[in-house]
């Protein structure tokens, strides 16, 4: 609602100090119960406010026929990180602790990504045209969209991918102990998925300027479904661990940018802000609920394959719920500046 009210632009600004300092008081942490509860409180707030509906508006208003592939290199900056940030992040911790850990990833991501924001990252020029209002960009209403079988495919579509990605970040390195790997072993497998989900973004931003949204978000949301069957076994190989990694690292990858790309050319940008951050809103339901599932799963059965018998059907229901999106009618284009 403020995105669409405001624009981006105040928006993402004010999230880089949110989110910078938050991140940074978790150095705070002393262990009482209130004060957890406080720091990701505040860590909420800032993500809220630096997620991707924020940045991309500006993004889909500029492109028309090389949209998807300009939202994937704008949302690229994630998987970079998560090649990056955690061998930083442990240099730190070793340099000086964990607390000024925090406090020095906090401090570094605002004073990298301050000065870009506030120079380069603009509104989308309908809006610039016409500041604090909405009415110059394309597209439908709250009402109209979210009376949309495309909406409602992409909610479930989502819902189901919050589940599956938010249970596997948690417990895939204790899954990968489980079935006999060891913990520098298990590392290196997860800087696999980090460049195969730079990878898939890029490609399949490539592919949705020239392929339907809805049938790539549906063979990729396939690909956690024939992973998590391939780990029901008790020893598999490092071949084939290494291809479970990378179908999750595609998935995870490509998610977002289907979703995003379906939902602008679906909706448009009159409302986009907040019909996006509905379908979010129920992704992070089912996100939130994944990790305490998959904990109570995993004490109840002691073993992670109840869990990934779960993953395969709610990614199924989530494949069919992309698939039945569709074409959109109109296809509510931008400004394109040369693709």
Known sequence: ???????SRRVGLAGLFVMSGAFALLGTANGDWMNWWLLWTAIAIGVVLVQSTVWTGPVAARFDRSRGLALAVALSGAPLAAMIQPKLANMMIEMFGWR??????????LVVTLPIVFLWFRDAPQREAAPGSAAALAGLTFQQGIATRAFWGLVISFAA???????IATNLFLLLGEKGIAASEAGSLFAVMGF??????????FLLDRLPGNVIGFCTQLLPVIASFLLLGDSPSAALLLAVVGMFGLATGAEIDVVLYQATRHFGLKAFGTLFSGI?????LFAAIGPATAGWLHDRTGSYNSLLMLIMGLM????????????????????????
């Open 161 to 167: 991918f919050s589940f599956y990605n938010m249970t």
């Open 316 to 339: 199924v229901v989530g494949a069919l719920g992309m698939l039945s999106t569709g074409r959109a009618k109109q296809a509510w284009g931008g400004q394109d500046r040369g693709g």
């Open 1 to 7: 609602l403020i995105v669409d009210k405001v624009g």
């Open 196 to 205: 195969v989900g730079l990878g898939a973004r890029l490609g399949v931003g």
């Open 280 to 284: 979010i809103t129920f992704g992070a």
């Open 100 to 109: 000024q850990a925090f406090m020095a990833v906090g401090g570094m991501w």
